[in-house]
């Protein structure tokens, strides 16, 4: 059984860790992007088995957990690969920036062998190669030097880059650096897909598994992927909307990733903004509410 330690670097109060205001009005902090990182790659990886996984971080993000208790966590689990997923600064407004890797100075050979095709993959996928970007760097950092496995820390591209943040604040970008870890953590681990897996690219699924983690229920048939009666009828209730309490803050985050906002679950005026423009484009009644008809244009079905 392959053990994955995987972690999102930072928490979502950790001092100075956030976008460049000037290039995010909303300073989104290093820990959403690295942590919808880190979801993506569970998500993926729920197609194969022969593996168990690990998150070191405070999931939640309120808590930064320390750097020792991260590696004491990830050795005493013993796990066969560490996976570190970090956003960078350093360019202060300017251009360019880039993917980096990072193993120890005195990395072994299986480290880097690791290193090496995460960044190769990552460049594939994303093509965030940069000017400001070394690919494949080494370093006295705690969590490679520390962790008794193999460990690859990924800064996913510069965020206070003028190049960058407009690409690292994208879910699509997020998707292809979860896509790129992925494919090589199951060449690796030499993982096998599950029988009947539901695909990644299937978002009734995902949107079946939101609607459940917020209390709806597809008695029926459960989380399927598949549209139907049952699908219908909860979409008419799971109405995501500009509210004081943010009642469906699961199903509100895919609505922010479908119109193309920071997807921190709560449905604010920027979220009901790029929601009406969404229903323009689509032809709907734009009046900011996601309803069973704006469901059917997110998911694409009729």
């Not at 681990?189 to 978002?203: D, F, G, I, R, W």
Request: net charge positive.
């Amino acid at each position: 059984m392959f053990k994955l330690a995987l972690n999102a670097g930072h928490g979502k109060h950790t001092q100075g860790k956030r976008c460049m205001k000037s290039l995010d009005k909303t300073e989104t902090r290093e820990w959403a992007l690295n942590s919808r990182i880190c979801e993506k790659i569970e998500s993926l990886l729920q197609e194969y088995s022969g593996y168990e996984l690990m998150r070191l971080d405070d999931k939640s993000g309120e808590s930064d957990i320390p750097l020792r208790q991260r590696t004491n966590t990830a050795n005493g689990f013993g796990a066969d690969f560490y996976l570190s997923i970090h956003h960078n600064a350093g360019i202060k407004g300017g251009i360019g920036g880039g993917i980096e890797t990072y193993v120890y100075t005195a990395a072994l050979k299986e480290s880097l062998e690791w290193q090496s095709d995460l960044y190769k993959t990552l460049l594939e996928k994303t093509g965030l190669k940069g000017n400001r970007s070394n690919g494949r760097r080494k370093a006295n950092l705690h969590e490679c030097r520390e962790s008794k496995m193999p460990c690859v820390l990924i800064e996913c591209g510069y965020m206070d880059s003028k190049t960058d943040v407009p690409i690292i604040l994208s879910d699509d970008f997020a998707a292809k650096v979860a896509e790129a870890c992925v494919e090589v953590i199951v060449k690796k681990a030499a993982l096998k897909k599950k029988a009947n897996s539901v695909s990644y690219e299937n978002k009734i699924y995902f949107w079946q598994k939101a609607a459940i983690k917020d209390g709806f229920k597809f008695s029926k048939y459960g989380a399927d992927g598949k549209w139907g009666s049952e699908c219908e009828k909860v979409a008419q209730k799971a109405v995501c909307k500009k509210r004081l309490t943010y009642k469906y803050k699961n199903l509100t985050k895919l609505v922010q990733e479908a119109v193309g906002v920071t997807a921190d679950g709560k449905f604010g005026l920027k979220t009901k903004t790029a929601v009406m423009a969404f229903q323009i484009k689509n032809k709907l009644l734009a009046d900011g509410i996601v309803g069973l008809e704006s469901w059917k244009k997110i998911l694409g079905v009729k």
